[in-house]
């Protein structure tokens, strides 16, 4: 990560904020010869005290399953708009181009949940995004479609002990230049630079 001041949020609230409406993450570990990953929506909770701590669930007996089982520490990163900022924006073109993007990193240690953990944790997730009303909803599902699917998954939360972010967002720009960057990426229109733009505009000073 680029660890430059100017590049870190330094709000706490805004990055939980960004982590919940970013919840599709990737979770590193080590593996027996090469990282394992996988990708899953996670749950983003802070408890008494101000821990934080995600939770979610995956697939028995995948590689990356067994690794997290026989190494508990994990890297988990959110990431969130992305877009390329052209040189050509800036006051002072004859520079080199960049990217701007925000990404979060948060290490911890996974751990486990039991059946009824695990349970609990798909119902929630599931409650989250299909609501009560339903076909599919948790509570309209079979019960021996649940109880299947439980032999097959595995909940588990991560308790977070380190939380990092880089919030790139052209914030070594001059005002015009940050301007400029703001009205490119607009007329340019696609979901990422219009994204990255109203964050640059939200962070413009006078």
């Known amino acids: 990560m680029y660890k430059f001041p100017y590049y870190t949020e330094a709000d706490e609230e805004k990055v939980l904020a960004f982590m919940k409406s970013n919840p599709f993450a990737t979770i590193i570990g080590i593996g027996e010869q090469y990282p394992v990953a996988s990708h899953i929506p996670l749950e983003v909770a802070i408890q008494p005290g101000g821990k934080i701590v995600l939770s979610g669930h995956l697939m028995k007996k995948t590689d990356h ?30 520079v080199g181009s960049t990217w701007d993007y925000m990404v979060v990193h948060a290490k911890g240690k996974i751990i486990f949940k039991d059946e009824q953990g695990t349970y609990e944790a798909v119902k929630n997730i599931t409650d989250k995004y299909e609501g009560f009303d339903k076909p599919s909803s948790f509570d309209k599902l079979p019960k021996d479609y649940i109880d299947k699917m439980l032999k097959a998954i595995v909940g588990f939360y991560i308790e977070v002990e380190s939380l990092e972010n880089t919030f790139k967002l052209s914030q070594n720009r001059d005002k015009e230049s940050k301007q400029n960057i703001i009205e490119a990426l607009y007329k340019r229109g696609d979901d990422n630079s219009r994204a990255i733009a109203k964050e640059i505009l939200s962070r413009l000073t006078d």
Do not use: D, R
Request: aromatic letters at 14%; hydrophobic letters at 35%.
């Open 65 to 94: 399953h067994l690794a997290f089982e026989k190494n508990e520490n994990v890297l988990v990163i959110f990431s969130g708009p992305h877009t390329h900022v052209s040189a050509s924006w800036y006051t002072n073109p004859t």
